[in-house]
């Protein structure tokens, strides 16, 4: 048996967008979709009763740091990751890679895995790809990643061919050492940097392998927008169609849009969670500092055309104060605002692909983002 189950129901006319069906072991996920990002078994400042509200239908837990803090194996006594944290819909694991390879002054990669240092107690620890899986088998995550090197950006031809080298092995290695076959998908995770001829190799190479779903790995790391949706259009060619396709760490407005027109189908990202606790919330109208003064008496809800729960009870004034006098309420008000905004867009752009006006619709959400910016 399979662990999920992925169908794609239908392609838009004029770009690689298309609409699909992913049947996890806790629930249906209709694609494309945003995945709001639970690093340490949290969605920051949202509880899951208020993740469903908006409609999230799955969310990402982060190996890394669930391994340190509190430990896979309590997650595992206490029934696995969705128990522990009370959230019955799917989660999504990621590997700890890009986290072990953020830590670069406090870790050392060799063929068998990587040395790093916690950030927590500067204790020692040693991640293999077996490992890796072994800890994402213990939380139950019914999506779990390869162990994968995340090169950084730039870097040159040599070290981002043998990051991808390495990559490729450890997915083989953690595609062996895989138990629960039947209940958690695991994924491949393309790298191979700005370099086409790698990112192509790497493709290839891991769908010979025949892995449930693919991630597009290393992008918006640092380099041009226009390379990143370049290199995501000609990553996706390589990928096969009828499984799904998951772009790792982007979740702008445009960056969704532009993604799924390249045939992206899963996104996810701190971005929404982080900038909504200092104050920064996305609007039709492009993104609203709502800590500036410009607020102070702006009894106007954070964004006309959103029926969230903070828009239709509060105002930028409110906010504004909350945030000055460093309420915890602000934080919550703010965050759930980002993520529904995000979920509503994907809503928005699943209806697009279903008319065939994705491209129009595009145009249309752009030009109104861009044309009035509030910041």
Same mark, same amino acid.
């Given at each position: ?175 062996? %050492?895989?138990?629960?076959? @039947?209940?958690?998908? $695991? ?6 940097? !700005?370099? *086409?001829?790698?990112? +192509? ?91 500036? %003064?410009?607020?102070?008496? @702006?009894?106007?809800? $954070? ?6 729960? !903070?828009? *239709?009870?509060?105002? +930028? ?59």
């Amino acid at each position: 048996m399979a662990a999920i189950k992925y169908r794609v129901i239908k392609k838009d006319a004029r770009t690689k967008a298309r609409l699909g069906i992913l049947e996890t072991p806790h629930g249906v996920i209709e694609t494309p979709v945003f995945m709001p990002v639970g690093t340490q078994a949290t969605v920051k400042a949202m509880t899951p009763d208020e993740l469903k509200e908006m409609g999230a239908t799955i969310i990402l837990g982060n190996t890394y740091h669930l391994y340190l803090r509190p430990g896979h194996k309590i997650i595992e006594k206490a029934g696995g990751l969705h128990k522990f944290m009370n959230w019955d819909r799917a989660i999504l694991t990621d590997s700890g890679g890009f986290q072990v390879f953020s830590l670069s002054s406090l870790r050392k990669i060799t063929e068998d895995g990587v040395e790093f240092r916690s950030h927590i107690d500067g204790s020692k620890h040693f991640f293999t790809p077996e490992k890796v899986i072994e800890i994402q088998n213990s939380l139950g995550s019914d999506i779990i990643m390869s162990f994968d090197e995340c090169a950084p950006y730039p870097a040159d031809y040599d070290y981002v061919k043998r990051s991808m080298e390495l990559t490729i092995k450890w997915a083989e290695r953690g595609k062996k %050492a895989h138990k629960n076959t @039947d209940r958690q998908a $695991l994924f491949g995770i393309v790298q191979g940097g !700005t370099y *086409k001829d790698l990112r +192509r190799e790497c493709a290839e190479r891991l769908v010979d392998m025949d892995f449930p779903g693919y991630a597009i790995g290393g992008l918006s790391v640092g380099e041009p927008k226009d390379l990143m949706y370049e290199i995501i259009d000609f990553t996706t060619d390589y990928l096969p169609h009828d499984k799904p396709r998951y772009l790792m760490g982007v979740g702008t407005p445009e960056d969704l849009i532009e993604g799924v027109i390249r045939g992206v189908d899963m996104f996810d990202c701190v971005l929404p969670t982080r900038i909504a606790r200092n104050g920064t919330v996305f609007t039709s109208r492009g993104k609203l500092i709502v800590r500036d %003064a410009p607020y102070a008496e @702006d009894f106007s809800p $954070l964004d006309e055309e959103c029926d969230c729960y !903070t828009c *239709k009870n509060y105002s +930028r004034a409110y906010l504004r104060h909350l945030f000055k006098a460093k309420e915890i309420l602000a934080a919550r008000l703010a965050t759930y605002h980002n993520l529904y905004f995000l979920i509503k867009l994907m809503e928005k752009i699943r209806e697009a692909i279903r008319q065939d006006r994705l491209l129009e619709f595009k145009e249309e959400f752009l030009r109104k983002y861009y044309g009035n910016r509030e910041e």
